[in-house]
Structure formats: structure tokens, C-alpha cells
């Protein structure tokens, strides 16, 4: 498997290979670009089908959060670990732990944090290892803690924003919204979108997550393989990546796809397919950024929940711009959020 040539290297300044026999964790961390600021993203613990699969989601997911991080104004790079999750070495605080020093020993080139298949838990063994992780709970008034709510607020208002401007509407009442993936993002979304008077279709992998939602929400439960094809005004992605494609687009009935997921479209072209199709896409490294934007405000320290919040409200402004520069340029929304992105990164190099 090559990797200079590989399709997704996209210049990345460091890949790192981690294996700690005792506690079996084996982790690739991918440092996109530090040309902002140290290389900020969360760690996802997945089981990949092999080894390239979880090398191909470390480089897209570090390269995701250099662009997100750029558009969101941050002076953080972008970073990703991926913890190939083997059922040889589950979940503990001494593969943790491990993580933590594996983290350290990069100087604070690359700062983590949780996402998928990780919580706050976990993040605290890495903690007691290394000062370069973040997402931790914080005393008081002080930003920190758990980034999902941050992110599911973000998407709220994001999806509010494109409601707006493909639907004409001021809010999601009466608007069905179908929820793909109910962990920590997408079930504080559906709290949010029922507080706001929408019907909301959810589909879960995962059982017990599906069960924690349906008992305190009037959800209807669909199958995972029928989510994208809802009867839904919105479709909002909270689960992985890679389910916007030449395959799936034909059939989304859906007007507007706003979530959470990283790395929905599979390739660039598929923007314009849904584009083509008159689908209005929130970019997800703009709409998802709130969780990163919390990161920001801990590793800054003395800053309060209100200015996490001052600063996540500037989301629903970001894409309002997006989607006027889409309408006038007839482009679509993703190539305009990469030029920009690009266009950040290249300044900051200056
Ligand atoms: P999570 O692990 O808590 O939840 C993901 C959920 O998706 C799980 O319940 C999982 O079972 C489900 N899922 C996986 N495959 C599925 C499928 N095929 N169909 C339906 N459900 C499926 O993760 P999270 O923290 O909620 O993150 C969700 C997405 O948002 C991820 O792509 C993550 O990278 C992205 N994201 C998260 C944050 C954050 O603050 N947590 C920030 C930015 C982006």
C-alpha cells in the first residue's frame, strides 16, 4: 500500500503509527497542517474492515479538520487519531493511557480530544498522561467538557440556516427530519429538533443508543438502510462518513442534508451531484464545527461558556454566506468551503 501516493494524502506533514503491545492499542495519528496552530481533532475508535480503511479515514478526517478549523477562524491545524478497535484489546484505561502517551510524545504537535466510539471517560486516562488533550470536564462557568452539545447546537442552527434558504422557512415546526446515527451528537440534535416542533425519523446500528433516545423523544424508528431515503424535508448525518455518493444521491428524497457526520460526500463530485439535483448541502467541516469551536475556548482557558456560544451562533452565519455565493455562482456549496478553506490555510502560510 503506497502512501505519498495514496489517494487521499493530501500533503499531510506527518503520519504516525503507534502499537503499545501491553494494552493492544494501535492507533495511526494523521498531522494534516500545523500551519495554523498545533493540529487540533478527535481520536475515533472504529472497527475498520482493514488496516488501509482506517489509514484512508485518518488522512480524510485530519485534512477535514485543517479546512474546519480554517473556516471557523481557529489557530489550530488539523490532526486525527484512529484506533483500529480490535476485540483483542477493547476499551480500557490502560490502552488509554496508552493513547495519552503516544499523544505526549508528539509535543503538542497534534491535541486530541473524543469522537466517535470514544467519551469523556476515556479521554480522562489519556489525560492523566498528557496535557494535549481536551473535551474534559471544567469547573464552573468555564468552557470545556463534553464538545457533542456544542456540535448538536451548531447543527441545529445550521440546519435552521439552510431551512431558511432552501425552504423559505424560519424554523424546523412541522418539518420532518431524519436523524442517521443517535450517539452523542445526533441525540442532543433530536432533543433540539423536537424542542422546535419537527417529526423526527431516527436509525441507529446500535440498539442501546436508539433505545436512549425513543424513551425520552416521539421518534419513529426506521432502518438504517432506508434513513437516507426517508419521506424527510431534512436529512441530517450523524453517524460516518462516505454515504453521499453516486449510489445514494439518486434516491435521497430529502431538500437539504445538514449534519454532523465528517466527511459525508464521497468525493468532491459529489457536491454537484447533489447540486445537480437542487439538494442543498451544508458543508460538514462548516456546520459541525461547535464541538472544535468549545476545544478552542478550553485550550485558550479563561473562557466562558458565553463566548463558546458567541462564537458557535457565527456558524448559521458562515453557511448563509456559502449558500448566497452557491446561489450566485451556481457552484456547488463543498467547492466553495474548500476554496475558502484553502484560501485561509494559504494566507497563514503567508
Ligand atoms: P457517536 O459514536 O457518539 O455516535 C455515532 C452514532 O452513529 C452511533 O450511535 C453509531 O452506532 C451510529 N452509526 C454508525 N454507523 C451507522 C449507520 N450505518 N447507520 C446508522 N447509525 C450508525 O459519535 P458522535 O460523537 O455523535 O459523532 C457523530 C458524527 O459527527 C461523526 O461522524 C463525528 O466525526 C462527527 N462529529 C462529532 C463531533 C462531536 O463533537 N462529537 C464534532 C464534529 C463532528
Excluded at 138 to 143: I, K, R, V
Excluded at 223 to 237: F, G, K, Q, T
Excluded at 299 to 325: H, T
Aim: some cysteine; overall charge negative.
Amino acid at each position: 500500500m503506497g502512501i505519498f501516493d495514496h489517494a487521499e494524502f493530501d500533503d499531510h506533514e506527518s503520519l504516525h503509527f503507534f502499537n503499545d503491545e501491553a494494552s493492544g492499542l494501535r492507533v495511526i495519528i494523521a498531522v494534516h497542517s500545523t500551519v495554523l496552530g498545533p493540529a487540533a481533532g478527535g481520536c475515533r475508535r472504529w472497527s475498520y474492515a482493514s488496516d488501509a480503511d482506517a489509514l484512508t479515514d485518518a488522512l480524510r478526517l485530519s485534512r477535514g479538520m485543517t479546512y474546519k478549523n480554517a473556516v471557523a477562524s481557529l489557530p489550530f491545524g488539523g490532526g486525527k487519531a484512529v484506533i483500529l478497535a480490535d476485540d483483542a484489546a477493547p476499551k480500557s484505561s490502560e490502552l488509554f493511557a496508552a493513547l495519552g502517551r503516544k499523544v505526549d510524545s508528539l509535543g503538542g504537535s497534534y491535541i486530541t480530544a473524543e469522537d466517535v466510539g470514544v467519551s469523556i471517560d476515556d479521554m480522562q486516562h489519556v489525560r492523566q498522561q498528557t496535557k494535549f488533550v481536551f473535551g474534559l470536564p471544567q469547573s464552573g462557568d468555564s468552557a470545556g467538557g463534553d464538545p457533542s452539545p456544542w456540535t448538536a447546537i451548531g447543527v441545529f442552527w445550521g440546519i435552521n440556516a439552510a431551512v431558511k434558504t432552501r425552504l423559505g422557512r424560519d424554523s424546523c415546526e412541522g418539518l420532518t427530519v431524519a436523524v442517521q446515527g443517535v450517539g452523542h451528537v445526533g441525540g442532543h440534535l433530536c432533543k433540539l429538533l423536537h424542542e422546535a416542533g419537527a417529526k423526527i425519523l431516527v436509525a441507529d446500528v446500535n440498539r442501546e443508543n436508539l433505545k436512549i433516545v425513543s424513551d425520552s423523544l416521539p421518534v419513529e424508528i426506521i432502518s438504517p438502510s432506508e434513513i437516507l431515503y426517508a419521506d424527510a424535508d431534512v436529512l441530517a448525518p450523524c453517524a460516518l462518513g462516505n454515504i453521499l455518493t453516486s449510489a445514494t444521491i439518486p434516491k435521497i428524497k430529502a431538500k437539504l442534508i445538514a449534519g454532523a457526520a465528517n466527511n459525508q460526500l464521497s468525493t468532491v463530485a459529489d457536491g454537484a451531484r447533489l447540486a445537480d439535483r437542487e439538494i442543498l448541502f451544508a458543508p460538514d467541516y462548516v456546520i459541525n464545527a461547535g464541538g472544535i469551536i468549545s476545544v478552542w475556548h478550553e485550550y485558550n482557558g479563561a473562557s466562558s461558556a458565553d463566548q463558546v456560544r458567541r462564537d458557535v451562533e457565527k456558524i448559521p452565519q458562515r453557511l448563509e454566506a456559502l449558500f448566497r455565493d452557491a446561489a450566485e455562482s451556481g457552484r456547488p456549496t463543498n467547492e466553495l468551503a474548500d476554496e475558502l478553506a484553502r484560501r485561509l490555510i494559504a494566507a497563514g502560510r503567508k
